[in-house]
């Protein structure tokens, strides 16, 4: 039996569907060739689907350059698509017997130095290794949808192999967890099994729909989940009296008929004190009070980033803000255009506000000019819209997270397609912290090109410009 | 009995530990007043610890300034803190007859129109309300922790009662989920149990510790059930086919022996379909390619701002940006300073890159050009570092998400105090999109003024100036 070398970089994937696709889409996204073995006829097209998204996501994730893209290859003999290849990741359907032929005609052509990884949900790797000729070569890598975003790989098997596989993963930006004892299912997906169980009694008792248990998930307690865990977040919920007096509190009503299952571990001291030392392992580096302010900062950093896709928690935040915007101000001065709180995802690695999100209060205080004006969202979506060419910012002071920020704005031109403005940002009512020169030109967004404003937004910017005619003008 | 008229705008809140707490936080920085009745002597602290979390949280998640905070007091007597209350919110152990006791307190004293709530976690309305003189004041109105920022309520009892309370909530800025059908533990306690239980079998069994299960959730199916819940997620992974497809395919595996748990609903057509339908009337507007979408960019941002907290996926993400980052590159030429990708974080209403992000991408070329000097990590933790005075962006192309980026960085200056840099921002290798003009002065981090350079950092300043004292100076 011919066994060729390993090919460093070079990636076979077996069953190319959504989750061998996921794959296929973050090893060429990080650099390797992959060649991809799958009977379906469709197999190109639905990889080349995964791939569109893959690449329109995976590579936003970091702030440098990734590796130049891999060569993606079908073949239609597994032997030429695992030849030379060193991750071999089978993600064919869950029928074990399907699984074991598979392994047995890889490991008939691939590297003895290989990882053979299978991306099954449910089967332990004794049953996948149990009719292979050489069993440990074969482990569990179980991935999560979409495989080219989240970063969790569950690897059970041989240490051997195991640690050879988590150092490929985590070159690849994954998050490879050693599972050292085999359990039906894995870790993850055996809590999904619980909640999806709990949920389809819930949606035939009539209870609640499937997006009330969406709701009830991604306002809560899923928002904790995407940060800390269960256990962490517990720890929290327990305060200074640590996790010992939690479980004391909370488990008792796991004896109490809440769900429909109801098979519990009993309390005992030894399961209590093995809790309450893994967790202190885990977290006990930090005080309380440090992790409720971590998960506090990460709780708004994302609630923050799910309001910038008007999402979920982020939408509802969206719409507070609106009824929490305020009237139009007094003209007749440097008016108001921006009021609000340094948030915590604009701070850099000392917790000052960073310089760029400067820009960004400005050109939040010009969006407010653009509204008065009547450039509004309804005017834009009529295809025209202001366009900054030019704005110089000056630092005067430094500000921080948690600080007020107030930002006055006075208009230095309105005329024709130009719009020129000052604004000044102060903490709160009090020290002036920069200023901002912005030259904006209105545009007509269907040629991109300078155009005069439409309607009354000529005159309402003369009029504004009028109304700061008599104010001092910056030097 | 007299029935003082509601106070707008007034909480009460009984019972002031992190939940009641919580609470307080809420209605006072939305600008409710809010009197407190806990006989613990401790009260005021726990609360003053909880107010000062959410002052430096909730506000930050606002792009407006909130409402003026209203005002907290304590009152020795429960009828003092209930008289005049719009929303009374009881949240004392989970005792029912302790509970049922402060309901006949409170609404001896409280306004006949008040909404009168319990954060229990288990107790249905109608165990709360059996010993009540005006039962349907009384509702369940269940929170999550941190309830100053976590939106979620689930509303139980009186459908006119939780119609007003909801109204209130909306206002408040969080989500209020009525349940219509009285069940213990509501909805999400429901699947919190599921998890903890099974969670409990995986330590006392020896799988997996607490660590690894928390990593278990919060790099994989966590990030997912904080923008989408369980059926929308399963919905997206069900692909064109459609979510009965989706439950003919997993619905099998409940019927294996995966967790300690078993008894399962039977699968009949009727519950299918009902499943279906309801997925249909959720999420049924959107197309699964556009679902999938939604969720990447979802996925993307939030893991982007756990990569500014630098925790979870997003701690890992910096890790993988580490090793990825580029060598120094040859200076005798305007050298690479930034090459990326546009992330969805960074797009205006439109889809282009906003325009304070071309700020953000000229001061990460200035910390290359820092790194570069020796002004590194290390030299900002001795005390010096550089801060940007003016910079002046000039707008020439637009940019969309997606797009690979490349910025330039040519040394206009680098003498004394003083780093002048001007930088090009370019579409990958091709065209000229925006250029900046950035002036940084050398400071003292402690002194905040400015200050010369230490060490060799003056003279690898210098050396880049005299680089390129040859090229093309900028307009």
């Not at 460093?8 to 959504?18: D, E, F, Q, T």
């Not at 001291?269 to 809790?275: G, R």
């Amino acid at each position: 039996m011919s066994r060729p070398e390993i090919t460093n970089h070079k990636a076979a994937i077996v069953g190319g569907g959504v989750i061998g696709g996921g794959w296929a889409a973050r090893f060429l996204l990080m650099g390797w060739d992959v060649a991809v073995y799958d009977p379906d006829p469709e197999a190109e097209r639905k990889i080349g689907e995964v791939m569109d998204n893959a690449r329109r996501s995976l590579p936003a994730l970091h702030e440098v350059a990734l590796p130049p893209e891999g060569t993606l290859t079908f073949r239609d003999r597994i032997e030429d698509a695992v030849a030379g290849a060193a991750w071999i990741q089978e993600s064919i359907p869950e029928r074990l017997e399907m699984k074991q032929r598979a392994f047995d005609q890889i490991q008939a052509f691939c590297a003895a130095d290989a990882v053979i990884g299978s991306s099954t949900s449910g089967f332990k790797p004794s049953e996948l290794q149990s009719m292979a000729d050489v069993p440990d070569q074969i482990i569990v890598a179980h991935p999560f949808n979409p495989v080219y975003l989240l970063p969790l790989v569950e690897l059970v098997g041989s240490p051997d192999t195991t640690a050879k596989a988590a150092d490929i993963l985590t070159d690849l930006g994954m998050k490879p967890l050693i599972v050292r004892k085999e359990i039906d299912a894995h870790i993850a997906d055996r809590f999904l099994e619980a909640v999806w169980r709990e949920g389809l009694w819930m949606i035939k008792d009539g209870v609640a729909t499937t997006e009330e248990i969406d709701d009830a998930i991604r306002f809560g307690f899923g928002l904790r989940w995407a940060q800390m865990g269960l256990f962490e977040t517990y720890r929290v919920a327990g305060g200074e009296a640590g996790m010992a007096h939690f479980i004391a509190q909370f488990g008792p009503a796991l004896k109490w008929p809440w769900t429909k299952l109801m098979d519990v571990p009993d309390l005992t001291d030894d399961l209590v004190k093995t809790i309450a030392d893994q967790s202190d392992a885990q977290s006990g580096h930090h005080t309380i009070r440090e992790l409720e302010r971590i998960r506090d900062d990460n709780l708004v950093a994302m609630m923050r980033a799910l309001k910038g896709r008007d999402w979920g928690a982020g939408a509802l935040l969206n719409h507070t803000d609106r009824k929490l915007a305020p009237k139009e101000p007094d003209t007749t001065e440097p008016f108001v255009t921006v009021e609000r709180t340094v948030p915590i995802d604009w701070a850099d690695y000392n917790g000052h506000m960073n310089e760029s999100r400067y820009g960004q209060v400005f050109s939040d205080a010009a969006d407010t000019v653009m509204r008065m004006v009547g450039a509004d969202a309804e005017y834009i979506a009529s295809g025209k819209s202001f366009f900054t060419v030019e704005i110089t910012t000056k630092f005067l002071e430094e500000t921080h997270v948690g600080d007020p920020i107030r930002v006055t704005t006075q208009v230095l031109r309105g005329e024709g397609k130009k719009l020129e403005l000052f604004h000044r940002m102060y903490h709160g009512k009090g020290q002036l912290l920069a200023t901002g020169r912005q030259l904006l030109l209105h545009v007509d967004l269907t040629t991109r090109r300078t155009a005069l404003p439409e309607g009354d937004v000529a005159e309402k910017m003369a009029a504004l410009a009028r109304a700061h005619a008599g104010l001092e003008r910056p030097g």
